[in-house]
């Protein structure tokens, strides 16, 4: 049962942690990106606010309303299974998993406000790094 | 002189006139040569007309439409739409129709008007695509051939005799705002390249004289792209295909397709003016809800924004496209502020506002130049004619009193020449020409 427990720990954990990398993206600090201002380029990127691993998504948890109790039940866990996968992959891998960037947004860039008839342009696009043609060797 | 000399003299004159007949037109594609806005160093065309003056000949087009008219030679190409969103009442988008109108330039005569069914499903009529309709993209030609990109119905070629040579579907999506097709396409040695964002999440370079694909390259974050790609010289004699999509730069390979260098621009939202090029430099504009204007030098590998990014700045157009000329950005914002930016570093030099101009977005088309002028021509307030110098002089608002119509699309020069377009006509200003 226990390894039964870790197992689907796990499986979440892969598949969540992309999206907690996505939301590290989709909600980037204000120097991640050159600003847009007279005459000059934007600062060096800040700190993301919510990095780290996480079985679900800190957006998620938020919307799920956890109880402190839960959060502390999930944080156990989180140390639990992060301390299990770092048995399971080499180092390399776990250099690898460390760099990896986020994935592309999927389904459009785009996702505010409709445009209105005869004037409205729209929402601001998500904010993570685009998607990319393949690289020129 | 024996007859076998005559011969080569013939022969001679005809291959200089052939030459001369396909050689390279005045006015090729969207902000005519290379996309630069910029006419040729001889064009002077008038600086101010009414209805009743410097107006050569004036048409009626079979349609309204955004899209810019092209200049090759004698002849003068422009796209239209009618039958679903005209005003023809009770028709859905399957009565929408696509036409390539090709004109005389001197006499404005129609030669001919190839009109092509929309290929369903078509987007409806309906919020922002009511801004600009459904023929928004402009032609571009080579001289012999003309290539008309109508969205959702494809890319197709026809030669200046009005026989369609080949046509080719580039996709039926749309993007998830549905505000339509825009982005024209361009031609890069033996290709046409098309920014299909919107139809296919794709770029394509088609074989211009047979319509097969040579490459594609397709990533859903070209959604919302609206941008005409540009060609830049880099260092040492390379040219890439700079494109603009939501948050970056890109430069490919013209060639492939494939990626050479990318910079995160923080132009986001979406992208729709048009990217310019000077001295290696390309400049992008646009986004939202924030606008930004962006200077990338051309070239490199991989990521350059550290590198690369010149400068940016808050002075900037949501739909209309900049010119940069000596040493200076020009951009004519959709809200009709005159702005003048330093090309090197960005800084700002005038920001004025026309005078006269109304509503929310009153330009549309992009600002064009020539003789030292700059020509904006707003929807509904007339085209001003601003000198193009560091220092901001009105010379001009020239309004065609007599036409109520929207004015979307950028004019087009050559010589003495320029061509207007309305939602109903077609006009060619020209000096000393009567009304």
Not at chain 1, 118 to 134: D, I, K, L, N
Request: hydrophobic letters at 35%.
């Amino acid at each position: 049962m226990k390894k039964s427990v870790i197992i689907l720990a796990l499986a979440l954990g892969a598949s969540t942690l992309s999206l907690t990398a996505q939301d590290q993206g989709g909600a980037p600090s204000a120097g991640e990106r050159p600003s847009i201002r007279e005459g000059g380029r934007g600062g060096p990127g800040g700190p993301g606010g919510r990095g780290g691993f996480h079985l679900l998504p800190p957006r998620a948890q938020e919307q799920l309303n956890l109880t402190s109790d839960q959060q502390k039940q999930l944080a156990a866990l989180e140390v639990e299974v992060k301390a299990k996968i770092e048995k399971i992959l080499t180092p390399e891998q776990l250099k690898q998993l460390q760099q990896m960037r986020p994935p592309p947004p999927q389904g459009g860039m785009g996702r505010g406000r409709p445009g209105g008839a005869g004037g409205g342009q729209g929402g601001p696009g998500a904010e993570s790094s685009p998607q990319r043609p393949a690289q020129e060797q | 002189m024996n007859s076998v000399k005559i011969l080569i003299i013939l022969l001679t004159v005809g291959l200089s006139l052939a030459s001369l007949h396909a050689g390279q037109p005045e006015w090729p594609q969207f902000r005519g040569p290379n996309g630069s806005g910029i006419a040729a160093a001889d064009a002077h065309p008038a600086t101010t007309w009414s209805g009743a003056q410097n107006v050569k000949w004036k048409v009626a087009l079979p349609g309204p439409g955004s899209s810019s008219p092209i200049i090759a030679g004698e002849r003068v190409f422009i796209t239209c739409y009618s039958g679903y969103g005209d005003g023809s009442s009770g028709a859905g988008p399957e009565k929408l129709q696509r036409h390539l109108v090709c004109l005389e330039r001197n006499s404005g005569k129609v030669l001919w008007d190839k009109s092509v069914p929309a290929e369903l499903p078509e987007d409806e009529y309906s919020g922002n695509l009511r801004e600009h309709g459904y023929a928004s993209n402009t032609p571009v030609t080579d001289g012999e051939r003309v290539y008309a990109f109508f969205g959702k119905t494809g890319v197709l070629a026809f030669d200046f005799d009005g026989r369609q040579l080949w046509k080719v579907n580039v996709g039926k999506q749309s993007s998830n705002r549905r505000w339509g097709s825009a982005a024209s396409p361009i031609l890069c040695q033996n290709t046409v390249i098309v920014n299909a964002a919107e139809e296919g999440r794709s770029v394509l370079a088609l074989d211009k004289l047979t319509g097969k694909e040579v490459w594609k390259t397709e990533v859903n974050s070209l959604e919302l792209s609206f941008v005409t790609p540009v060609l830049v010289e880099c260092a040492g004699g390379r040219s890439d295909l700079a494109l603009a999509v939501p948050g970056e730069m890109w430069g490919l390979n013209p060639d492939t397709g494939k990626l050479r260098w990318f910079a995160q621009t923080g132009i986001t939202g979406n992208v729709s003016p048009s990217l310019v090029a000077a001295d290696g430099i390309v400049y992008a504009t646009g986004g939202y809800p924030r606008q930004g204007t962006i200077a990338v030098r051309a070239g490199g590998k991989g990521d350059v924004t550290q590198t690369n990014v010149l400068w940016s700045s808050q002075s900037a157009s949501y739909v209309p496209s900049p010119v940069v000329c000596q040493g200076h950005l020009y951009i004519i914002s959709d809200q009709g502020s005159a702005i003048c930016l330093e090309a090197r570093t960005g800084k700002l030099v005038y920001k004025e506002r026309l005078p006269g101009v109304t509503g929310g977005k009153p330009f549309y088309a992009s600002v064009v130049l020539a003789g030292g002028h700059l020509y904006a021509t707003s929807r509904r307030n007339g085209t001003f004619v601003v000198q193009a110098a560091p220092t901001f002089t009105l010379l001009a608002q020239n309004k065609l009193a007599d036409d109520d119509t929207d004015f979307n699309g950028t004019p087009a020069i050559t010589g003495k020449q320029l061509f207007l377009r309305s939602n109903r006509y077609l006009y060619c200003i020209e000096s000393g020409a009567g009304g």
